[in-house]
């Protein structure tokens, strides 16, 4: 059984309340599922995906996949494997790339992804089951909006 899923507005006032909201979010999700998780440099999204790879036990892996279009990270969830792929679009430049590197193959697959500056493709809005959008309101207050 899943968790409840969460939804909503929150605010965020460090980077370790924004990696906590992370982990209450992870805790519904599930292989299969594609977040798109959104925020202008500097919002906060690598906090809030080491907060999702911690309730996978697959924060030691994480690095920021900004110069390699993906990681994968191997995790578990409920004493079961899970493979968490984190995507990074930032430098993609076209959907020809996009299609080139097999993106659309990684987000059919029966592991939870994760996608940065996924907003940046309009035709990949259909593929993601949740959305995650930080914003900074303050020097270290970040409101994480969750749909």
Same mark, same amino acid.
């Given at each position: 059984?899943?968790? &409840?899923?969460?939804? %909503?507005?929150?605010?965020?006032?460090?980077?370790?309340?924004?990696?906590?909201?992370?982990?209450?979010?992870?805790?519904?999700?599930?292989?299969?599922?594609? #977040?798109?998780?959104?925020?202008?440099?500097?919002?906060?999204?690598?906090?809030?995906?080491?907060?999702?790879?911690? #309730?996978? %036990?697959?924060?030691? &892996?994480?690095?920021?996949?900004?110069?390699?279009?993906?990681?994968?990270?191997?995790?578990?969830?409920? %004493?079961?494997?899970?493979?968490? @792929? @984190?995507?990074?679009?930032?430098?993609?430049?076209?959907?020809?790339?996009?299609?080139?590197?097999?993106?659309?193959?990684?987000?059919?697959?029966?592991?939870?992804?994760? #996608?940065?500056?996924?907003?940046?493709?309009?035709?990949?809005?259909?593929?993601?089951?949740?959305?995650?959008?930080?914003?900074?309101?303050?020097?270290? &207050?970040?409101?994480? #909006?969750?749909?």
């Amino acid at each position: 059984m899943m968790a &409840q899923e969460m939804r %909503g507005e929150f605010l965020s006032h460090s980077a370790d309340e924004t990696r906590e909201y992370a982990r209450r979010f992870a805790s519904g999700l599930g292989p299969g599922q594609t #977040v798109c998780l959104t925020g202008t440099l500097g919002a906060g999204k690598t906090e809030f995906m080491r907060g999702i790879a911690e #309730v996978f %036990g697959c924060e030691e &892996q994480l690095s920021s996949p900004t110069f390699s279009l993906m990681n994968i990270y191997e995790g578990s969830m409920r %004493g079961r494997p899970v493979e968490l @792929h @984190h995507f990074d679009l930032y430098r993609i430049e076209s959907e020809k790339e996009l299609d080139a590197a097999g993106f659309d193959d990684y987000l059919s697959g029966p592991f939870l992804s994760v #996608v940065e500056w996924g907003e940046r493709f309009s035709s990949l809005d259909r593929r993601y089951t949740r959305r995650v959008e930080l914003l900074i309101t303050g020097d270290e &207050q970040r409101k994480i #909006v969750i749909s």
